[in-house]
């Protein structure tokens, strides 16, 4: 379902998700960057257990919403609700997933993926304990006593995705986590992201500048238009998420969707 918001943006009409399904909800954020209008008056809500993908050409504030609502940059106006609570600064209900992986160099896979929960103050066996499990999820057995210079690109970025999920946020913030990996990786990413949203209950929000990633990948798709950025689009693609992983590249939905946001994003792109 394809929902203009051109005209919608502060009601959400015909979009509203009930309240209590409602996990992170912007509210009229404005953000500039001295004479640069980022993001202006703009709202948006994200449902509680799935993925959305903020999608839209370079420049569009996607990676600047992402950090105000991970409390690493404070709005001029407007405010962020997650799970009911205003937003003030970082916090241990939302995780980051970084483009450039974030890892400790001189620490071990294990370390590396226990180490927010240290700095919680979880004790050694039991963040040691949790660290492991995850990193088992995102399919690194193996390699808990390796060190990042000694992995792959794309095991680097499986490393932060268990750090993330490790700390048990229940908020996701992954900003283009795949974009430094090769096509087949990345395939296979997007595949094992799919499985991670199935089972982990946990609300993600997801940074692409890809179209067809944006489609495979999520529930709900957030189109924004270039500074001061707005939300131009609400797309949750409906049928082909139920027809299994494999499928969805093949589905005429999926090929359509694509197809259509291409159309409303060409004009912006230079």
Known sequence: MIVDMSQTNSDFAGVQQPEQDIAVSVRGVSKNYGAVEALKDMSLEFPRGQLTSLLGPSGCGKTTLLKIIGGLLKPDSGEIVVNGKPVVGPGPNRAFVFQDFALLPW???LRNVAFGLELRGVAKSEREDKAAK????????????????ELSGGMRQRVGLARALSVDSKV?????????????TRRKFQEDLLSLVANENKTFI??????EEAVYVSDQIAILLPR???VSEIIRPSSFRLKGAENIRRDPEYLDIVDEIWASLRNYVE
């Open 172 to 184: 996701l913030l992954l900003d283009e986590p795949f974009s430094a990996v090769d096509e087949q």
């Open 206 to 211: 997801f940074v692409t500048h890809s179209i």
């Open 107 to 109: 620490a071990n896979v």
């Open 228 to 230: 001061p950025s707005r």
């Open 134 to 149: 995850y990193i088992k999820d995102v399919g690194l057995a193996g390699f808990e006593q390796a060190y990042p210079h």
